[in-house]
């Protein structure tokens, strides 16, 4: 199993930024594929951002290139999400995940599908207000 806890999401006004940190602990090895997930009121939880674990190969969601950056602290076994150019339709629960393989029946872009993801934080509070 792969722990995984999420902190230093807030509120911010549009523009602002905010950087938000996963610490995974358990089995990480398991841990393929990392990435933030959100999820806003109504709607489906939809991925952020993502990197292979094996080279650091990141991949966005349309929405959120050239705004957000993931990064990864292997020694702390930390993943961040650094966020700039908030929008307000970026308010959501975010939530770090883990997947343990990869899984082409969700896609091309499997990677940023939440059914292919294995295990979950709690999530954290992002609130941009315009």
């Known amino acids: 199993q792969v722990q995984l806890v999420e902190s230093g999401g807030g509120s911010v006004q549009a523009g602002g930024s905010l950087r938000l940190s996963c610490a995974a602990s358990g089995a990480t090895y398991l841990a393929y594929f990392m990435g933030w997930f959100r999820q806003a009121p109504g709607k489906e939880r939809e991925g952020v951002a993502t990197f292979y674990t094996g080279d650091g190969s990141t991949y966005y969601a349309d929405s959120v290139k050239g705004r957000f950056t993931i990064s990864q602290d292997n020694a702390e076994n930390t993943v961040y999400l650094q966020m700039n150019s908030l929008k307000p339709e970026d308010t959501a629960m975010y939530y770090c995940?883990?997947?343990?393989?990869?899984?082409?029946?969700?896609?091309?872009?499997?990677?940023?599908?939440?059914?292919?993801?294995?295990?979950w934080g709690q999530g954290t509070q992002v609130t941009v207000s315009s």
């Open positions: 995940a883990a997947a343990r393989g990869p899984e082409p029946r969700y896609g091309g872009n499997w990677y940023l599908a939440r059914d292919a993801y294995n295990y």
